[in-house]
């Protein structure tokens, strides 16, 4: 059994529930030509679920913020194998739930901060349930960022 604080694993941190108040960034690729971000447009295509990867909810993390100092940065959650960068786009975690969205805290040892969008799988991804969830993300971005550049790190340090 595991100790106050430490989940039973002990390599993934325990993290709170997601709140209402929170905001969520999706990083998506510069290459993939989704994001305007001099108007503000964002392609629905951004929030389409991978097929691989995305088997339990498309991801997205939690933003750094004075009572969750340990989640991602914009910058952070930008950062990628891309060698074009990455724009990363904002959500309210309220204009989700209000849509009815779930919101679910899936903390991996290497991002405390990274949740799932369950309703929006890649075993789902082309249903009118799925694309209707992608419009909707699409449309109620919040702000983005960036785009962040993609830096060559030195194996020298």
Do not use: C, W
Not at 5 to 23: A, L, N, Y
């Amino acid at each position: 059994m595991a100790n106050a604080g430490e989940s039973p694993d002990r390599h993934t941190p325990i993290v709170p529930p997601v709140q209402d108040d929170e905001f969520l960034y999706r990083k998506v690729a510069v290459s993939r030509n989704l994001v305007n971000a001099e108007n503000g447009e964002v392609d629905s295509n951004a929030f389409k679920p991978d097929r691989e990867r995305d088997t339990d909810g498309t991801s997205m993390d939690r933003a750094h913020s004075t009572a969750h100092p340990e989640f991602r940065t914009p910058q952070q959650a930008g950062t990628g194998p891309s060698r074009s960068g990455y724009y990363v786009v904002s959500h309210r975690v309220r204009d989700l739930r209000a849509r009815g969205i779930d919101v679910i805290a899936r903390p991996t040892p290497e991002n405390p901060g990274h949740v799932v969008l369950p309703g929006l799988r890649a075993d789902n991804r082309k249903t009118n349930d799925a694309v209707e969830i992608m419009d909707f993300l699409a449309r109620n971005v919040v702000q983005i960022f960036g785009p962040f550049n993609y830096e060559v790190q030195s194996p020298l340090g």
